[in-house]
């Protein structure tokens, strides 16, 4: 292990990022010192766990230590003392800015908070910096590093980067960064999509990962189909509604947990559906949830490699979700759970009725799923390969495109 390491984010921690959180913790028992930073501070909102509440009571917020003048200022006088860098900075801002004055007077902002945490991160001894999110937040990470931070990487999720790679220069992020971590060979392909080959090797695919002790499955051959996830359009819920209406398994009930933009929406077009919204919940809970449902659902549109499938097939759960991105590469059709085309009301129903009707087939593919992510997506196995990387950076032999436990 070489030197204390700091992760950043947009906001940390959230609700809907507990991988994030695992990830931190899973460092750290292989003796990393990780210091924890956040743009922003995060809503009351998502601290819903005595583990978000002494994270976040823990992490360093860049725009709240920006906004104090002499902080700003002190900072801005310690950069300036290697002005080679600094002007390197401004000039990577500029040339990364995807045009426009207000994008521009965004670039600019982006650089002053850079420039507080590369004092931050200067004044607590960090040497590396990763980001997840390659967006705003990983512009501050890559500004940072040119200021005269430290070297940094980033976690490259998706979907929503894929959808604007350009105005988030995806390509400079890559060609800066001392390695990306990919979440699935999938967002690996689409970062190769837009940055140069000289660059590829530098690509590597960690997933993200779940504890599989918090999950246990117990015995309920009933008909509690499960959802959890943020309430907005890509996640595709009024497929599911129009799915249900057509499922005639009486007994049925949904449970929806999340929180979102589209849920006053959504609560209105699930009138006279079994379906119930019960807003976010702890990781607890959730755990509480899935050990007592009997299928999970996830009709997105767009995702990375939900965290959340994890969760439910360690938890023995079959899971019905669409064939995009980097799920078959966690979902088998048929042997987990059930793939579907996004979109597909009809072929959605087929899948519900497949899975709920027939509850010895549900277990074996519970069975069946709980196997793969034992094997392939724990959060201290992902840590490890992720260390792997990080000593690397420090000056040891990269690692091939998966890292390598055995």
Known sequence: MTGRIAYLTGEYPRATDTFIQREVAALRRLGWEVETCSIRRTGAEHLVGPEQREEAARTFHVIEAAKSPARTLRALVRALRRPGRFWAALKLAVRTSPGGVKPLF?????????????????????????????????????????????????????????????????????????????????????????????????????HCGIEPERFARRDHDGLHLLFVGRLAGVKGLPVLFDALRGLDLPGLRVTLVGDGPERAALESAATGLPVSFVGYKAQSEVAELLATSDALVLPSFAEGVPVVLMEAMASGLPVVTTRIAGVPELVEDGISGRLVPPGDADALRDALRDVLSDPARARDMGAAGQARVRAEFTSDGEAARLSQLLEAAAGGPRPPKRPDLS
Request: neutral net charge; hydrophobic residues 45%; aromatic residues 12%.
């Open 106 to 206: 965004y670039q600019l902002f982006y650089l002053i908070e850079a420039v507080v945490l590369a004092d931050h991160l200067e004044r607590r001894g960090v040497t590396h910096l990763h980001n997840h999110i390659a967006k705003a937040s990983c512009t501050v990470a890559m500004l940072c590093h040119a200021v005269g931070g430290p070297r940094y990487s980033f976690t490259l999720h998706g979907p929503d980067i894929f959808f604007e790679p350009i105005r988030w220069r995806l390509d400079e992020k890559i060609a800066q960064a001392s390695f990306v971590a990919c979440i699935s060979d999938f967002a690996r392909s689409q970062g190769m999509c837009f940055a140069a080959p000289a660059h590829w090797d530098r690509m590597h695919v960690i």
